[in-house]
């Protein structure tokens, strides 16, 4: 079992959808959550990151950590074509090293 | 502020050759991280260096592969005898410290024929 699963997709949805990305994880000692994104032949780009169960919100994308179930989530509201992109979760172990452990990435296609 | 920069952007070489691939950090930031990322797969840690602390190479999948880092700024991590599974994009990240969030560069697109 990976540490960190995450649905590979693809996840085709139209423009103004509520678009919904789920991870889950298992080694509770996970702490940091983090959200990337990442276009065709580009470095991944931080959207979020916290630390804390519940909701973690910035403008149109939301995080959730539901540490109890190990699930985290992120939630992209009226989304756009420039949306579309490789959506990856990333965790923290508490004395890993810092290192992240990342799911393999949701691919996401938004239509016009 | 500039971001993380990797040279080369892409490297095409032969079986057996040694790589150098180099990462500049984001100013500032004294943690630098190493990962790969194979086609079709999540990123995989390979290295990562805080200040002055001996680095942890517990991702590194040989000894084939070592890396670098000169004081807080620039690394380089190197392939030895390149084999045609190292093929993969090598990405750096760099952080303020440990457990701030990771910025990467573009990544290394490394195909060895």
């Known amino acids: 079992q990976k540490e960190v699963e995450q649905d590979p997709g693809p996840l085709s949805v139209p423009e103004g959808a509520i678009v919904s990305l789920n991870c889950t994880y298992s080694?509770?000692?996970?702490?940091?959550f983090m959200w990337y994104r990442q276009y065709s032949r580009k470095g991944p780009e931080l959207l979020m990151y916290?630390?804390?169960?519940g909701n973690k919100e910035d403008g149109r994308f939301t995080a959730q950590v539901d540490k109890s179930s190990k699930y985290i989530s992120l939630f992209i509201r009226d989304s756009q074509p420039s949306d579309s992109a490789t959506y990856l979760c990333?965790?923290?172990?508490?004395?890993?090293?810092?290192?992240?452990?990342f799911g393999t990435g949701t691919q996401l296609k938004v239509e016009l | 502020g500039a971001g993380v920069s990797q040279s080369p952007s892409n490297k095409v070489t032969e079986k057996g050759k040694d790589v150098e691939l180099r990462c500049d950090p984001i100013?500032?930031?004294?943690?630098l991280y190493w990962y790969r990322q194979r086609l079709g797969q999540g990123l995989e840690f390979l290295i990562y260096?805080?200040?002055?602390?001996?680095?942890?190479k517990s991702g590194l999948p040989s000894d084939r592969f070592s890396a670098e880092r000169t004081g807080e700024s620039v690394s380089t991590l190197t392939i030895q005898r390149t084999q045609q599974e190292d093929s993969a994009v090598y990405l750096c990240?760099?952080?303020?410290?440990?457990?701030?969030?990771?910025?990467f560069g573009d990544g290394t697109r490394l195909s060895i024929l």
């Open positions: 990240a760099s952080s303020q410290t440990g457990n701030q969030p990771q910025h």
């Open positions: 080694n509770s000692a996970f702490q940091y």
């Open positions: 916290t630390y804390s169960s």
């Open positions: 990333a965790i923290i172990l508490t004395g890993g090293g810092n290192k992240l452990t």
């Open positions: 100013s500032g930031h004294t943690a």
């Open positions: 260096f805080q200040g002055n602390s001996a680095p942890d």
